[in-house]
């Protein structure tokens, strides 16, 4: 199950021993009244709230039918009885002050109660005010017809003064008050100051919808307005008792008519059983990431299709859900559920479906699940009655249980080994890289999938998810100002529009307006991802396009022998962050990386250091240059010790021992595997052109060598499959005698190396090839020379004195006389042709030779 619950609290667990232990006293000598049965107490027992600290509050009937409310606390797993009513009460609304001296509580009056006052008025909600510490008196706050929900509330710091209260109060006559009530000490008593005068503050009028976040102290709202669109607002209460109106977002829905719908202002088990249809289920979402989700069905459910939809308010848009029902039975399906899982939001439709969706990162559809039958099951639920008081929550009414919920990287694991569809690989690969947390441990069991199931995925690279998720994870850890800036995904669109049995549309919502300046915390994330939405038309993310331009250019410098001070600064951005790598050549090892030289690699380190600093340094200027430096460093420095793992993995798993410098061995499926599992890292890092660890190209060079006849490994190496590296063909030279496959071989390398590589050969090959093709080299580099018009260079001086081939010789002569007779003045008006000059050199060799 991909949603592995804990039991926080359990009525029958944490409250049924206390109460049997209550009516095991009440039998005792000397005791008046009876004790009723455990199991009779635990029927009745229904809990009613959760405060900030975890507090619960719930209420039970004794025999004479009294209504109990008691309350467990979290901190001690203790029980304390808090008041009797002495009557049956239908309690809706309950709440406890931190201080635990004054408990407010809504009830109903029962019908019994109704018949006693048959020819009277009588209200049909009473909402009273508690003095219990210890039991004083009791204030009647509201007698009304309309049901009233109470709610402490709770300061986000412990330094509020032991006298202060502030009491929330929510009418369904569509209005919400502040009530502060001060108290004062006498001796051990606690009494309410002046409890015939309470200060009251109307902070809310013509709510048709309220929800309270009772972590963060905010109070969510509704207005309707004629001929307007509905406004969802937001009141962030402060510890200093004041509040302050601190969003305002305009709404595609219409709310008017319908009745008043609190959310998470207590949990009444008579609020359940109403048979009133709720037109609209609506909840709002936050993360500690400034993301704001407002989601919304409809009730009714009379098709094979059910839609809902979810407002990225911080996104700026808003999508309808449309999931097709596999079996319909009308008398199972109940209402959505909507739950907080923290970075993500699942609906929950049971037996039918399990929706997953990404709420920090909701652009592409594929990021979030879809799941249906087993993999959509939630255990331990009971299926109709569950929602979330808070992030990672689940209460489920019909037990009372409390669950604290947490996504399994166990069962993603195991979803992601048996997903075959690409939307589910990379829905699990971006929830366990980006949200459970890319730990080393978790990283490497990513990889064993990947060594196995890598040339699986065809909308995706899963080497290349892998890698800059976990970057992603890794450096916003760091700093959380990097999240818009390092890419989190190695996907820019997803080409598959459709995920079978959902549909999905997109609209442009209008984008919330905070009212107040300078907010910290949710409110500071928010407005970032608010401005971010407003004035940022292309994504910031690190462009690899860029990258591999600035790459080319360089590389083409290079062959200039242009060098400049910034090639030098390139270098030694790479030389630190080699340095960071340098457990690689300590550690015992399997992977023979970082054991040689690789120009072109170490010219794309160090350069993506440099691209990046240039990149992070234009928005986080307050950061630091120093700071910029050493971000950019660590980023590609995890970057190659990702890659470096991933080899080790793949090499321990197929028990890869180091291989020799030789050409084909009788092959081993081991070998084989890793040679292509080498071959989608080569891809997927030239994808988006990430630096290889120096030694990659060599490693894959041998592993290639032992598995492919010469042919095959040719075809390879022209094709950019494999690279030769100056390390693996000097070695291959030292070890290889001249036999006559042997030289064949090396002919073939020979005439694929680049020139500087080729140079360094032939001085080790004391072959007549070998001089052959130095000779064609330097012919070929001298009338390039020619054809730029640098004809005042002596061609002379770049010979090597060692060289003893005579057509070459001969040839240094011709060109020497040519030049000495200013011959060479006139090469672009006769077309001479390099070619025929050295075809009638060799003849001539020939002929003095007489062969």
């Not at 442009?508 to 401005?531: D, T, Y």
């Not at 170490?602 to 350069?607: A, E, I, P």
């Not at 120096?694 to 022209?718: A, N």
């Not at 010979?799 to 020497?816: C, G, M, R, W």
Request: charged residues 25%; glycine residues 4%.
């Amino acid at each position: 199950m991909f949603c592995e619950l804990s039991v926080r609290f359990d009525p029958s667990r944490d409250v049924g021993p206390w109460l049997s232990e209550r009516a095991e006293a009440a039998e005792r000598p000397g005791r008046d009244g009876s004790a009723d049965a455990w199991g009779n107490h635990l029927e009745t027992l229904l809990m009613i709230n959760v405060e900030r600290n975890g507090n619960v509050l719930y209420t039970w009937k004794d025999p004479q039918e009294c209504t109990n409310v008691g309350l467990y606390d979290d901190d001690n797993k203790k029980n304390q009885h808090l008041y009797t009513f002495e009557k049956d009460l239908r309690v809706i609304s309950c709440s406890i002050n931190r201080e635990k001296t004054l408990l407010a509580i809504s009830f109903l009056q029962t019908a019994q109660e109704e018949k006693k006052f048959l020819f009277e008025t009588v209200p049909k909600c009473l909402t009273l005010l508690i003095e219990i510490h210890p039991l004083n008196n009791v204030k009647v706050l509201k007698a009304v017809d309309s049901c009233i929900r109470v709610q402490f509330l709770y300061p986000l710091t412990d330094k509020t003064s032991w006298s202060d209260s502030c009491l929330l109060l929510i009418s369904e006559d569509k209005y919400a008050e502040k009530l502060d009530i001060k108290t004062v000490r006498e001796g051990d008593r606690v009494m309410i100051e002046n409890s015939s005068w309470l200060s009251k503050e109307r902070i809310a009028d013509d709510l048709v919808w309220s929800q309270w976040d009772m972590l963060e102290q905010r109070l969510f709202y509704i207005v309707t307005k004629e001929e307007e669109r509905d406004i969802l607002n937001c009141i962030q209460f402060y510890p200093n008792k004041d509040f302050k109106l601190i969003l305002e977002v305009p709404l595609e829905i219409s709310m008017a008519d319908i009745r008043l719908r609190s959310v998470n202002v207590n949990y009444s088990y008579y609020q359940d059983q109403e048979t009133i249809p709720k037109p609209l289920d609506v909840h709002v979402f936050t993360s500690d990431t400034g993301s704001l989700c407002l989601c919304y069905s409809l009730a009714s459910m009379n098709s094979k299709d059910v839609s809902y939809s979810v407002a990225f308010l911080h996104k700026g848009y808003s999508k309808t859900y449309t999931a097709t029902l596999e079996e319909m039975n009308y008398l199972q399906i109940k209402e959505l559920g909507f739950l907080d899982l923290g970075s993500y939001l699942a609906v929950y439709l049971p037996g039918q479906f399990l929706h997953l969706l990404d709420t920090q990162h909701p652009d592409l559809i594929c990021h979030s699940f879809f799941l249906s039958g087993e993999d959509a099951k939630i255990n331990l639920l009971n299926a109709d009655t569950v929602f979330s008081p808070a992030k990672s929550s689940i209460l489920d009414r019909s037990t009372g249980k409390i669950f604290t919920v947490e996504m399994s990287p166990k069962a993603l694991l195991q979803f992601l080994w048996k997903s075959k569809s690409d939307n589910d690989q990379l829905a699990a690969l971006h929830c366990l890289l980006l949200h459970v947390g890319s730990t080393e441990e978790l990283e490497d069991q990513i990889i064993q999938w990947l060594s196995e199931n890598a040339s699986s995925c065809f909308a995706f690279d899963p080497i290349q998810e892998l890698i800059i998720a976990s970057l992603h994870w890794k450096m916003c850890l760091e700093s959380s100002h990097l999240d818009k800036l390092l890419p989190y995904t190695s996907l820019s669109n997803w080409n598959k529009k459709d995920i079978p049995g959902i549909l999905c549309k997109m609209y442009i919502i209008s984008l919330p307006s905070l009212k107040v300046q300078n907010c910290k915390g949710f409110w500071e994330k928010l407005n970032v991802n608010l401005e971010y939405v407003k004035y940022v038309e292309t994504p910031l993310h690190l462009s690899h396009k860029m990258l591999r331009r600035e790459w080319y250019k360089l590389l083409s410098d290079e062959k200039t022998a242009v060098r400049t001070s910034y090639i030098k600064s390139i270098f030694e951005n790479t030389k630190r962050v080699f340095s960071s790598l340098q457990r690689w050549e300590t550690e015992d090892r399997t992977a023979p990386l970082f054991q040689d030289e690789d120009y072109q690699q170490s010219l794309l380190t160090g350069l993506m250091v440099a691209q990046l600093k240039e990149h992070l340094l234009r928005p986080l200027q307050y950061v630091g240059k120093k700071k910029i430096d050493q971000i950019a460093v660590d980023y590609v420095s995890k970057l190659l010790d990702l890659i470096c793992r991933m080899m080790e993995t793949v090499r321990r798993k197929y028990s890869l021992s180091s291989l020799s410098f030789s050409c084909r061995q009788p092959e081993k499926a081991n070998e084989v595997i890793v040679f292509h599992i080498m071959c989608r890292i080569l891809q997927a890092a030239s994808g988006m052109c990430l630096p290889l660890p120096p030694g990659f190209h060599t490693l894959h060079l041998e592993v290639g060598m032992r598995c492919f006849p010469l042919h095959t490994v040719l075809q390879y190496i022209d094709h950019g499959v494999l690279h030769l590296t100056e390390k693996y063909v000097l070695n291959l030279w030292k070890e290889l005698d001249n036999t006559e496959q042997n030289v064949k071989l090396k002919l073939s390398i020979l005439t694929r190396l680049p020139q500087a590589i080729g140079c360094k050969v032939c001085q080790l090959w004391n072959h007549s090839l070998s001089t052959h093709v130095m000779a064609k080299n330097y012919v070929k580099v001298l009338f390039e020379k020619l054809s730029s018009k640098q004809y005042n260079i002596p061609f002379t001086d770049r010979i090597s004195p060692q060289i003893e081939f005579l057509p070459l010789n001969y040839l240094v002569t011709i060109i020497v006389e040519m030049e000495r007779q200013g011959w060479a003045a006139s090469l672009e008006e006769t077309n001479m042709n390099a070619r025929l000059v050295e075809e009638v050199a060799l003849k001539h060799t020939t002929m003095l030779l007489g062969l």
